[in-house]
Protein backbone atom coordinates (compact mmCIF):
# COMPACT_ATOMS: atom_id res chain seq x y z
CA UNK A 1 0.00 0.00 0.00
CA UNK A 2 2.82 2.50 1.49
CA UNK A 3 4.37 1.82 -2.04
CA UNK A 4 1.85 2.47 -4.60
CA UNK A 5 1.35 5.47 -2.78
CA UNK A 6 5.11 6.27 -3.35
CA UNK A 7 4.80 5.74 -6.71
CA UNK A 8 1.48 7.95 -7.61
CA UNK A 9 3.12 10.86 -5.77
CA UNK A 10 6.31 10.81 -7.42
CA UNK A 11 4.45 10.80 -10.75
CA UNK A 12 3.98 14.75 -9.62
CA UNK A 13 7.37 15.65 -9.38
CA UNK A 14 7.51 16.54 -13.03
CA UNK A 15 5.08 19.32 -11.89
CA UNK A 16 7.27 21.20 -9.88
CA UNK A 17 10.07 23.34 -10.70
CA UNK A 18 11.61 23.29 -7.08
CA UNK A 19 12.60 19.80 -5.29
CA UNK A 20 12.19 21.70 -1.77
CA UNK A 21 8.27 22.39 -3.19
CA UNK A 22 7.80 18.82 -4.45
CA UNK A 23 8.71 17.92 -0.94
CA UNK A 24 5.80 19.70 0.45
CA UNK A 25 3.74 18.67 -1.59
CA UNK A 26 4.37 15.34 -0.51
CA UNK A 27 4.07 16.01 3.17
CA UNK A 28 0.73 17.62 2.99
CA UNK A 29 -0.73 15.24 0.26
CA UNK A 30 0.55 12.20 2.96
CA UNK A 31 -0.46 14.73 6.26
CA UNK A 32 -4.38 15.35 4.57
CA UNK A 33 -4.76 11.45 4.19
CA UNK A 34 -4.12 10.94 7.81
CA UNK A 35 -4.98 14.28 10.16
CA UNK A 36 -7.15 13.49 12.89
CA UNK A 37 -9.20 16.79 12.83
CA UNK A 38 -9.69 19.64 10.58
CA UNK A 39 -8.19 22.83 12.52
CA UNK A 40 -6.19 23.79 9.26
CA UNK A 41 -2.50 23.05 8.50
CA UNK A 42 -1.44 22.81 11.94
CA UNK A 43 -3.26 19.09 11.82
CA UNK A 44 -0.39 18.57 9.46
CA UNK A 45 2.43 19.67 11.84
CA UNK A 46 0.54 17.72 14.69
CA UNK A 47 -0.10 14.13 12.82
CA UNK A 48 3.15 13.66 10.87
CA UNK A 49 5.26 15.35 14.58
CA UNK A 50 6.84 17.88 12.06
CA UNK A 51 8.37 20.93 13.68
CA UNK A 52 6.37 23.71 14.21
CA UNK A 53 8.85 26.30 12.73
CA UNK A 54 7.76 24.82 9.50
CA UNK A 55 4.69 26.41 9.69
CA UNK A 56 5.35 29.46 7.87
CA UNK A 57 7.54 27.37 4.87
CA UNK A 58 3.91 25.58 4.74
CA UNK A 59 2.11 28.58 4.52
CA UNK A 60 4.08 29.84 1.49
CA UNK A 61 4.52 26.34 -0.36
CA UNK A 62 0.42 27.59 -1.39
CA UNK A 63 1.44 30.79 -2.80
CA UNK A 64 4.59 29.35 -4.50
CA UNK A 65 5.37 30.07 -8.05
CA UNK A 66 7.23 26.80 -8.19
CA UNK A 67 3.55 24.87 -9.08
CA UNK A 68 0.83 25.51 -11.47
CA UNK A 69 -3.03 24.53 -10.66
CA UNK A 70 -3.71 23.10 -14.69
CA UNK A 71 -0.37 21.25 -14.50
CA UNK A 72 -0.84 18.89 -11.42
CA UNK A 73 -4.62 18.97 -12.22
CA UNK A 74 -4.04 17.30 -16.18
CA UNK A 75 -1.18 15.36 -14.23
CA UNK A 76 -4.13 14.15 -11.95
CA UNK A 77 -6.24 13.28 -14.26
CA UNK A 78 -3.31 10.68 -16.11
CA UNK A 79 -2.53 8.89 -12.58
CA UNK A 80 -6.11 8.22 -12.40
CA UNK A 81 -6.74 7.40 -15.57
CA UNK A 82 -3.62 4.69 -14.83
CA UNK A 83 -4.45 3.67 -11.65
CA UNK A 84 -8.03 3.72 -10.81
CA UNK A 85 -10.61 1.17 -12.67
CA UNK A 86 -12.73 3.45 -14.69
CA UNK A 87 -16.16 2.78 -15.27
CA UNK A 88 -17.47 2.94 -18.73
CA UNK A 89 -20.49 3.30 -20.45
CA UNK A 90 -19.68 1.56 -24.03
CA UNK A 91 -16.64 3.67 -24.65
CA UNK A 92 -16.92 6.61 -22.97
CA UNK A 93 -15.84 7.10 -19.71
CA UNK A 94 -18.80 8.60 -17.11
CA UNK A 95 -17.92 11.96 -15.38
CA UNK A 96 -19.90 13.90 -12.98
CA UNK A 97 -20.08 17.45 -12.54
CA UNK A 98 -21.88 19.94 -9.72
CA UNK A 99 -21.54 22.56 -7.98
CA UNK A 100 -20.95 23.02 -3.73
CA UNK A 101 -20.91 26.25 -1.74
CA UNK A 102 -19.27 26.50 1.18
CA UNK A 103 -19.76 29.12 4.38
CA UNK A 104 -17.07 31.60 4.80
CA UNK A 105 -16.81 34.55 7.46
CA UNK A 106 -13.42 35.89 6.23
CA UNK A 107 -13.81 39.34 5.49
CA UNK A 108 -10.89 39.48 3.45
CA UNK A 109 -10.81 36.34 2.34
CA UNK A 110 -11.11 36.53 -1.81
CA UNK A 111 -14.44 35.44 -3.36
CA UNK A 112 -16.55 35.33 -0.97
CA UNK A 113 -20.35 36.96 -1.43
CA UNK A 114 -23.36 36.30 -0.85
CA UNK A 115 -25.03 33.21 -1.82
CA UNK A 116 -28.31 31.33 -2.16
CA UNK A 117 -29.04 27.54 -0.86
CA UNK A 118 -31.59 26.08 -3.07
CA UNK A 119 -31.08 22.57 -0.59
CA UNK A 120 -34.46 21.50 1.16
CA UNK A 121 -32.62 21.21 4.46
CA UNK A 122 -33.78 23.12 7.19
CA UNK A 123 -29.79 22.78 9.17
CA UNK A 124 -28.88 25.15 6.16
CA UNK A 125 -29.76 28.74 5.78
CA UNK A 126 -31.44 30.55 3.09
CA UNK A 127 -28.51 32.88 2.19
CA UNK A 128 -24.88 32.17 2.90
CA UNK A 129 -21.52 34.28 2.65
CA UNK A 130 -18.83 31.92 1.34
CA UNK A 131 -17.62 30.24 -1.84
CA UNK A 132 -18.99 29.00 -4.23
CA UNK A 133 -16.98 26.25 -6.44
CA UNK A 134 -17.41 23.88 -9.52
CA UNK A 135 -16.30 20.35 -9.36
CA UNK A 136 -15.83 17.20 -11.40
CA UNK A 137 -15.21 13.59 -10.55
CA UNK A 138 -15.10 10.30 -13.00
CA UNK A 139 -17.04 7.05 -11.86
CA UNK A 140 -14.31 3.93 -10.95
CA UNK A 141 -15.78 0.95 -9.59
CA UNK A 142 -14.63 -2.51 -7.62
CA UNK A 143 -16.53 -5.73 -7.42
CA UNK A 144 -19.18 -4.28 -5.25
CA UNK A 145 -18.96 -0.35 -5.03
CA UNK A 146 -18.94 2.55 -7.18
CA UNK A 147 -16.81 6.18 -6.25
CA UNK A 148 -16.85 8.86 -7.55
CA UNK A 149 -13.22 10.01 -7.68
CA UNK A 150 -12.64 13.99 -7.21
CA UNK A 151 -10.87 15.37 -10.50
CA UNK A 152 -10.67 19.01 -9.90
CA UNK A 153 -12.56 22.22 -7.90
CA UNK A 154 -12.46 25.59 -8.73
CA UNK A 155 -13.70 28.83 -7.74
CA UNK A 156 -16.67 30.44 -10.22
CA UNK A 157 -18.07 33.25 -8.74
CA UNK A 158 -17.22 35.92 -6.74
CA UNK A 159 -13.47 36.04 -8.41
CA UNK A 160 -14.25 37.19 -11.94
CA UNK A 161 -12.72 40.94 -11.60
CA UNK A 162 -9.92 39.27 -9.93
CA UNK A 163 -9.02 37.38 -13.07
CA UNK A 164 -9.90 40.30 -15.43
CA UNK A 165 -6.08 41.13 -14.04
CA UNK A 166 -4.87 38.27 -15.85
CA UNK A 167 -7.25 38.16 -18.76
CA UNK A 168 -8.10 34.85 -18.16
CA UNK A 169 -10.89 34.55 -20.05
CA UNK A 170 -11.97 30.98 -19.36
CA UNK A 171 -13.01 32.44 -15.98
CA UNK A 172 -15.30 35.02 -16.75
CA UNK A 173 -17.80 32.57 -18.04
CA UNK A 174 -20.72 31.62 -16.34
CA UNK A 175 -20.86 29.05 -13.56
CA UNK A 176 -22.81 26.28 -16.15
CA UNK A 177 -20.25 27.17 -18.81
CA UNK A 178 -17.11 26.75 -16.12
CA UNK A 179 -18.35 23.31 -15.67
CA UNK A 180 -18.47 22.60 -19.45
CA UNK A 181 -15.35 23.55 -19.70
CA UNK A 182 -13.74 22.29 -16.95
CA UNK A 183 -15.68 18.72 -17.86
CA UNK A 184 -14.16 18.91 -21.49
CA UNK A 185 -10.52 19.76 -19.82
CA UNK A 186 -10.81 16.34 -18.24
CA UNK A 187 -12.18 14.80 -21.56
CA UNK A 188 -9.12 16.05 -23.39
CA UNK A 189 -6.27 13.91 -21.12
CA UNK A 190 -9.48 11.24 -20.22
CA UNK A 191 -11.03 9.84 -23.04
CA UNK A 192 -14.12 10.52 -24.98
CA UNK A 193 -16.76 11.31 -21.91
CA UNK A 194 -20.27 11.90 -20.61
CA UNK A 195 -20.66 14.35 -18.44
CA UNK A 196 -23.43 13.91 -15.71
CA UNK A 197 -25.31 17.36 -14.91
CA UNK A 198 -28.41 17.97 -12.18
CA UNK A 199 -31.30 19.71 -14.39
CA UNK A 200 -29.64 22.98 -13.60
CA UNK A 201 -27.22 22.72 -16.14
CA UNK A 202 -29.74 22.15 -18.93
CA UNK A 203 -29.38 25.53 -21.24
CA UNK A 204 -28.49 27.01 -24.08
CA UNK A 205 -25.30 28.27 -23.41
CA UNK A 206 -24.06 25.12 -22.05
CA UNK A 207 -25.42 23.46 -25.27
CA UNK A 208 -23.33 26.05 -27.44
CA UNK A 209 -20.43 26.17 -25.78
CA UNK A 210 -20.04 21.75 -25.64
CA UNK A 211 -20.75 22.33 -29.49
CA UNK A 212 -17.99 25.18 -29.82
CA UNK A 213 -15.45 22.39 -27.62
CA UNK A 214 -16.39 19.62 -29.70
CA UNK A 215 -16.08 21.12 -33.08
CA UNK A 216 -12.86 22.38 -32.42
CA UNK A 217 -11.32 19.07 -31.35
CA UNK A 218 -10.81 14.98 -31.76
CA UNK A 219 -12.52 14.70 -28.39
CA UNK A 220 -16.39 13.65 -27.66
CA UNK A 221 -18.04 14.29 -24.86
CA UNK A 222 -21.90 14.36 -24.43
CA UNK A 223 -23.92 15.51 -21.61
CA UNK A 224 -26.73 13.25 -19.92
CA UNK A 225 -29.12 16.00 -17.65
CA UNK A 226 -32.58 16.15 -16.12
CA UNK A 227 -35.01 18.91 -17.74
CA UNK A 228 -38.00 20.78 -15.54
CA UNK A 229 -41.38 19.19 -16.05
CA UNK A 230 -42.48 22.39 -17.45
CA UNK A 231 -40.05 21.87 -20.09
CA UNK A 232 -41.12 22.60 -23.78
CA UNK A 233 -39.61 20.89 -27.04
CA UNK A 234 -40.53 21.03 -30.71
CA UNK A 235 -41.13 18.48 -33.56
CA UNK A 236 -38.32 17.90 -35.89
CA UNK A 237 -40.54 16.94 -38.66
CA UNK A 238 -42.07 20.04 -40.38
CA UNK A 239 -42.79 21.06 -44.00
CA UNK A 240 -40.98 24.12 -45.07
CA UNK A 241 -43.06 26.24 -46.35
CA UNK A 242 -43.41 27.68 -49.63
CA UNK A 243 -42.45 31.32 -50.95
CA UNK A 244 -40.86 34.40 -49.36
CA UNK A 245 -39.61 34.26 -45.57
CA UNK A 246 -37.53 32.66 -43.38
CA UNK A 247 -37.37 29.16 -43.57
CA UNK A 248 -38.78 27.05 -40.47
CA UNK A 249 -36.03 25.96 -37.98
CA UNK A 250 -38.72 24.24 -35.54
CA UNK A 251 -42.52 22.18 -35.90
CA UNK A 252 -45.24 22.43 -33.38
CA UNK A 253 -44.24 22.50 -29.70
CA UNK A 254 -44.74 20.20 -27.32
CA UNK A 255 -45.12 20.65 -23.63
CA UNK A 256 -43.41 17.07 -22.58
CA UNK A 257 -45.15 16.81 -19.07
CA UNK A 258 -48.44 16.02 -21.08
CA UNK A 259 -47.06 13.26 -22.76
CA UNK A 260 -47.74 11.16 -19.05
CA UNK A 261 -50.74 11.80 -19.29
CA UNK A 262 -51.99 11.98 -22.73
CA UNK A 263 -49.78 9.08 -24.40
CA UNK A 264 -49.39 6.59 -21.37
CA UNK A 265 -50.04 3.66 -23.99
CA UNK A 266 -46.70 4.65 -25.40
CA UNK A 267 -44.52 3.67 -21.86
CA UNK A 268 -42.50 0.93 -22.38
CA UNK A 269 -42.23 -0.97 -18.73
CA UNK A 270 -38.72 -2.55 -18.52
CA UNK A 271 -36.06 -3.69 -15.62
CA UNK A 272 -33.58 -1.19 -14.81
CA UNK A 273 -30.77 -1.39 -12.02
CA UNK A 274 -31.00 1.78 -10.50
CA UNK A 275 -28.99 2.40 -6.80
CA UNK A 276 -27.64 -1.56 -6.99
CA UNK A 277 -31.18 -3.26 -7.20
CA UNK A 278 -33.03 -4.07 -10.48
CA UNK A 279 -36.27 -1.71 -10.21
CA UNK A 280 -39.24 -1.13 -12.47
CA UNK A 281 -39.33 1.83 -14.67
CA UNK A 282 -41.31 3.03 -17.53
CA UNK A 283 -39.98 4.99 -19.88
CA UNK A 284 -40.67 6.65 -23.33
CA UNK A 285 -38.38 7.41 -25.11
CA UNK A 286 -38.40 10.45 -28.20
CA UNK A 287 -36.02 12.90 -30.54
CA UNK A 288 -37.12 16.01 -30.37
CA UNK A 289 -35.79 20.09 -31.21
CA UNK A 290 -34.68 22.21 -27.76
CA UNK A 291 -33.30 25.35 -27.21
CA UNK A 292 -34.76 29.32 -28.06
CA UNK A 293 -32.99 30.14 -31.45
CA UNK A 294 -31.07 26.86 -30.74
CA UNK A 295 -33.18 24.00 -32.27
CA UNK A 296 -30.69 21.66 -30.88
CA UNK A 297 -31.85 17.44 -31.21
CA UNK A 298 -31.90 16.24 -27.84
CA UNK A 299 -33.14 12.52 -26.45
CA UNK A 300 -35.55 13.13 -24.26
CA UNK A 301 -36.27 10.00 -21.90
CA UNK A 302 -39.96 10.37 -19.93
CA UNK A 303 -39.84 8.09 -16.48
CA UNK A 304 -42.04 6.48 -14.08
CA UNK A 305 -40.35 5.05 -11.06
CA UNK A 306 -41.99 4.71 -7.54
CA UNK A 307 -45.41 7.19 -8.94
CA UNK A 308 -42.45 9.96 -9.72
CA UNK A 309 -42.21 11.38 -13.32
CA UNK A 310 -38.55 12.70 -14.30
CA UNK A 311 -37.86 13.84 -17.89
CA UNK A 312 -34.37 12.69 -18.94
CA UNK A 313 -32.19 14.48 -21.63
CA UNK A 314 -29.20 13.19 -23.81
CA UNK A 315 -26.96 14.93 -26.11
CA UNK A 316 -26.09 11.32 -28.16
CA UNK A 317 -28.90 10.43 -29.93
CA UNK A 318 -27.53 6.47 -29.61
CA UNK A 319 -27.59 6.20 -26.50
CA UNK A 320 -30.52 3.94 -24.93
CA UNK A 321 -33.23 4.90 -22.87
CA UNK A 322 -31.98 2.19 -20.13
CA UNK A 323 -28.38 3.65 -20.11
CA UNK A 324 -29.50 6.66 -19.30
CA UNK A 325 -31.82 6.66 -16.91
CA UNK A 326 -28.88 4.27 -15.03
CA UNK A 327 -26.38 6.89 -15.85
CA UNK A 328 -28.61 9.60 -14.21
CA UNK A 329 -29.20 7.45 -11.25
CA UNK A 330 -25.02 7.81 -10.54
CA UNK A 331 -25.38 11.17 -10.58
CA UNK A 332 -25.67 11.57 -6.73
CA UNK A 333 -22.30 9.94 -6.21
CA UNK A 334 -20.79 13.13 -6.51
CA UNK A 335 -22.87 14.35 -4.13
CA UNK A 336 -21.13 11.61 -1.56
CA UNK A 337 -18.11 12.72 -2.85
CA UNK A 338 -18.58 16.21 -1.55
CA UNK A 339 -19.85 14.91 1.74
CA UNK A 340 -16.50 12.84 2.43
CA UNK A 341 -13.68 15.99 1.00
CA UNK A 342 -16.02 17.91 3.75
CA UNK A 343 -16.69 15.55 6.73
CA UNK A 344 -13.44 13.20 6.48
CA UNK A 345 -10.78 15.00 4.69
CA UNK A 346 -11.82 18.57 5.67
CA UNK A 347 -11.04 19.97 2.06
CA UNK A 348 -12.96 23.34 2.64
CA UNK A 349 -11.24 24.13 6.14
CA UNK A 350 -9.14 26.82 4.29
CA UNK A 351 -8.57 29.93 5.68
CA UNK A 352 -6.55 31.70 3.60
CA UNK A 353 -7.15 35.99 3.24
CA UNK A 354 -5.40 38.60 2.14
CA UNK A 355 -4.39 42.14 3.65
CA UNK A 356 -4.77 43.91 0.42
CA UNK A 357 -8.26 42.63 -0.30
CA UNK A 358 -11.30 44.87 0.47
CA UNK A 359 -12.76 44.44 3.89
CA UNK A 360 -15.94 42.10 2.91
CA UNK A 361 -19.29 44.51 3.44
CA UNK A 362 -22.46 42.08 4.37
CA UNK A 363 -25.30 44.85 3.20
CA UNK A 364 -22.89 46.11 -0.10
CA UNK A 365 -24.76 46.04 -3.33
CA UNK A 366 -23.04 43.73 -6.23
CA UNK A 367 -22.09 47.37 -8.13
CA UNK A 368 -20.33 48.63 -4.99
CA UNK A 369 -18.28 45.37 -4.29
CA UNK A 370 -17.38 45.14 -8.27
CA UNK A 371 -16.25 48.94 -7.76
CA UNK A 372 -13.82 48.09 -4.46
CA UNK A 373 -11.99 45.03 -6.67
CA UNK A 374 -11.74 47.64 -9.70
CA UNK A 375 -10.21 50.36 -7.87
CA UNK A 376 -7.46 48.20 -6.67
CA UNK A 377 -4.57 49.37 -9.05
CA UNK A 378 -1.38 48.33 -7.57
CA UNK A 379 0.20 45.71 -9.23
CA UNK A 380 1.94 43.67 -6.36
CA UNK A 381 -2.00 44.20 -4.67
CA UNK A 382 -3.40 42.46 -7.24
CA UNK A 383 -0.58 39.63 -7.27
CA UNK A 384 -1.13 38.89 -3.50
CA UNK A 385 -5.61 38.45 -4.24
CA UNK A 386 -4.40 36.18 -7.73
CA UNK A 387 -1.96 33.99 -5.39
CA UNK A 388 -4.27 33.47 -2.44
CA UNK A 389 -6.93 32.19 -4.65
CA UNK A 390 -4.33 30.26 -5.82
CA UNK A 391 -3.86 28.81 -2.60
CA UNK A 392 -7.69 28.03 -2.00
CA UNK A 393 -8.11 26.60 -4.95
CA UNK A 394 -5.01 24.43 -4.32
CA UNK A 395 -5.46 23.15 -0.68
CA UNK A 396 -9.25 22.09 -2.22
CA UNK A 397 -7.04 19.80 -5.38
CA UNK A 398 -4.85 18.54 -3.03
CA UNK A 399 -7.52 17.37 -0.58
CA UNK A 400 -9.37 16.16 -4.26
CA UNK A 401 -5.88 13.82 -4.70
CA UNK A 402 -5.54 12.92 -1.05
CA UNK A 403 -9.20 11.66 -1.00
CA UNK A 404 -8.64 9.69 -4.63
CA UNK A 405 -5.85 8.04 -3.27
CA UNK A 406 -7.44 6.64 -0.12
CA UNK A 407 -10.07 5.83 -3.02
CA UNK A 408 -7.99 3.95 -5.38
CA UNK A 409 -6.13 2.18 -1.85
CA UNK A 410 -10.00 1.14 -1.25
CA UNK A 411 -10.84 -0.57 -4.68
CA UNK A 412 -7.34 -2.11 -4.62
CA UNK A 413 -6.86 -3.37 -1.24
CA UNK A 414 -9.75 -3.36 0.94
CA UNK A 415 -9.59 -7.84 0.93
CA UNK A 416 -6.35 -7.42 3.33
CA UNK A 417 -7.72 -4.47 5.42
CA UNK A 418 -9.28 -5.68 8.63
CA UNK A 419 -10.83 -2.40 9.89
CA UNK A 420 -14.08 -2.52 12.38
CA UNK A 421 -16.39 1.06 12.19
CA UNK A 422 -19.54 -0.81 11.80
CA UNK A 423 -21.95 -1.50 14.70
CA UNK A 424 -23.51 -4.94 13.41
CA UNK A 425 -22.98 -5.95 9.76
CA UNK A 426 -20.63 -4.66 7.66
CA UNK A 427 -22.33 -2.48 5.17
CA UNK A 428 -20.01 -3.05 2.11
CA UNK A 429 -16.98 -5.11 1.11
CA UNK A 430 -14.79 -2.40 -0.58
CA UNK A 431 -13.77 -0.29 2.90
CA UNK A 432 -15.44 3.44 2.74
CA UNK A 433 -12.51 6.39 2.26
CA UNK A 434 -13.39 7.19 6.17
CA UNK A 435 -12.56 3.23 6.75
CA UNK A 436 -9.40 3.54 4.66
CA UNK A 437 -8.00 6.83 5.96
CA UNK A 438 -8.54 5.08 9.54
CA UNK A 439 -6.56 2.17 8.90
CA UNK A 440 -3.91 3.83 6.86
CA UNK A 441 -3.50 6.38 9.72
CA UNK A 442 -2.74 3.30 12.06
CA UNK A 443 -0.21 1.93 9.67
CA UNK A 444 1.77 4.66 8.46
CA UNK A 445 4.18 4.69 10.90
CA UNK A 446 5.17 0.92 10.51
CA UNK A 447 4.81 1.41 6.79
CA UNK A 448 7.31 3.76 6.81
CA UNK A 449 9.79 2.37 9.15
CA UNK A 450 10.13 -0.95 7.08
CA UNK A 451 10.42 1.17 4.39
CA UNK A 452 12.86 3.28 4.86
CA UNK A 453 14.02 3.58 1.02
CA UNK A 454 10.79 5.17 -0.33
CA UNK A 455 11.29 8.95 -1.30
CA UNK A 456 8.24 9.97 1.25
CA UNK A 457 9.87 8.34 4.43
CA UNK A 458 12.73 10.41 3.74
CA UNK A 459 10.97 13.52 2.90
CA UNK A 460 8.69 13.05 6.03
CA UNK A 461 11.67 12.41 8.20
CA UNK A 462 13.63 15.44 7.04
CA UNK A 463 10.60 17.84 8.72
CA UNK A 464 10.69 16.15 11.87
CA UNK A 465 11.61 17.26 14.96
CA UNK A 466 15.34 16.42 15.12
CA UNK A 467 15.29 15.11 18.90
CA UNK A 468 11.70 13.32 17.62
CA UNK A 469 13.15 11.22 14.41
CA UNK A 470 14.29 8.60 16.56
CA UNK A 471 10.96 8.30 18.52
CA UNK A 472 9.00 8.40 15.69
CA UNK A 473 10.74 5.10 13.92
CA UNK A 474 10.61 3.21 17.54
CA UNK A 475 6.97 3.97 17.76
CA UNK A 476 6.16 1.52 15.53
Known amino acids: MIKLIDKILNEFKSCFTRNATFKWFVTIIIGLMIRTDKLGLTSVIRDLSLNPKVYESMIHFFRSSAWNYETIANKWFEIVNKYAPIYKEGDYIVLVGDGVKESKEAKKMPGVKKLHQESENSSKAEFIFGHMFGGIGVLANSTSKLFCIPLMITLHDGVKNMFRWCKDESRQSSHIVQIIENGFSVSKVMGNSILLLDRYFLSVSALEKLNELTKNSNTIMH ?254
Request: hydrophobic content about 35%; charged content about 30%.
Open 223 to 476: IVTKAKTSCVAYSPDFEQKVGRGRPRKKGDSIKLDTIFSNDEYKFTKTKVELYGTLEDVEYHCVDLLWGQKLYQKLRFVLVKYNGKRSILVSTDLNLSPESIIKLYAHRFKIECTFRELKQVLGAFSYQFWCKSMPKLKRYAKKSEVNRQVEEIKCEKQRKRILNTIKAIEGYVLFSCIALGILQILSMKFSDSVTVVRYLRTKSNETLSEASMKVHFRHIILLSLCKNKGLSITEIISEKQLEAEKMDFFQAS
